[in-house]
């Protein structure tokens, strides 16, 4: 079973700076999606940004980018001017590949990183 | 296109007492999933089904039923809640086509459960 791990339960960062959270996870797979999700206060989760594991490519989604280490099993999302927009629980997951036919059994998540953006 | 919808937002329950919690989606998407998060947790998968008629068990389905009979809805049911059932309870959909955006998780706003 594939685990995903974010070690830092709490960030903070100054508005208009850069912050990077952390997240590791654990498979056997060679072929596999990673994603981060933004949970507002609102609860709704929100798709921040998605990386496709055979890509060498670190996706980019405006200010989010990520730094996608397959070797080292490594994913980290860089948030670029922060703003106070950006404040909530930040979930990485780990997702099978579809082309390998797997991935029907959903998502598996870390347990959040909460960021607080200062002002 | 309202995308995931959830009812309701909020409930309490009595131990012991049923409830169904309502999922639709108007994506025409095959797979629908549910979750539940507890504080301070991410979120951990109950069902989750690939087309209408077929579900299967995700990680922690003790305690819950569903039924798949159209591609659009996927309720979930609490038989007899119990305390341990208290959480925020998610519900997701995803066209789950190979490559592109396809696997994807679309996810409705959240109904938060409490068992007293």
């Known amino acids: 079973a594939q685990t995903v791990t974010q070690s830092q339960p709490e960030m903070s960062v100054q508005e208009a700076e850069t912050v990077t959270l952390s997240c590791t996870y654990d498979?056997?797979?060679?072929?596999?999606?990673l994603f981060w999700y933004k949970q507002p206060p609102s609860r709704q989760m929100i798709l921040v940004i998605r990386?496709?594991?055979?890509?060498?490519q670190n996706a980019t989604e405006n200010r989010f980018s990520v730094n996608f280490q397959k070797a080292a099993k490594s994913f980290s999302l860089k948030i670029s001017d922060s703003q106070l927009g950006d404040a909530a629980m930040y979930f990485c997951?780990?997702?099978?590949?579809?082309?390998?036919?797997?991935?029907?059994?959903?998502?598996?998540f870390g347990k959040g990183t909460h960021l607080i953006i200062q002002p | 296109n309202a995308g995931v919808t959830q009812t309701p937002k909020f409930r309490i329950l009595k131990i012991g007492q049923s409830m169904t919690l309502q999922c639709a989606q108007d994506?025409?998407?095959?797979?629908m999933y549910w979750y539940r998060q507890d504080p301070g947790m991410g979120l951990k998968l109950i069902y989750y089904?690939?087309?209408?008629?077929?579900?299967d068990k995700g990680e922690v389905p003790n305690g819950y039923n569903v039924s798949r009979s159209t591609t659009e809805d996927f309720p979930l049911r609490l038989e007899l809640a119990a305390p341990s059932q208290t959480s925020v309870y998610f519900c997701?959909?995803?066209?789950?086509?190979?490559?592109?955006?396809?696997?994807?998780?679309?996810f409705g706003p959240g109904t938060r459960l409490t068992v007293l």
């Open positions: 498979t056997s797979e060679s072929d596999y999606y």
């Open positions: 997701a959909s995803s066209p789950r086509l190979a490559g592109g955006q396809g696997d994807t998780q679309y």
């Open positions: 994506m025409n998407h095959n797979y």
């Open positions: 990386q496709e594991a055979y890509k060498q």
């Open positions: 089904s690939v087309g209408a008629g077929i579900t």
């Open positions: 997951a780990y997702s099978s590949s579809t082309y390998s036919g797997g991935g029907a059994d959903g998502l598996t």
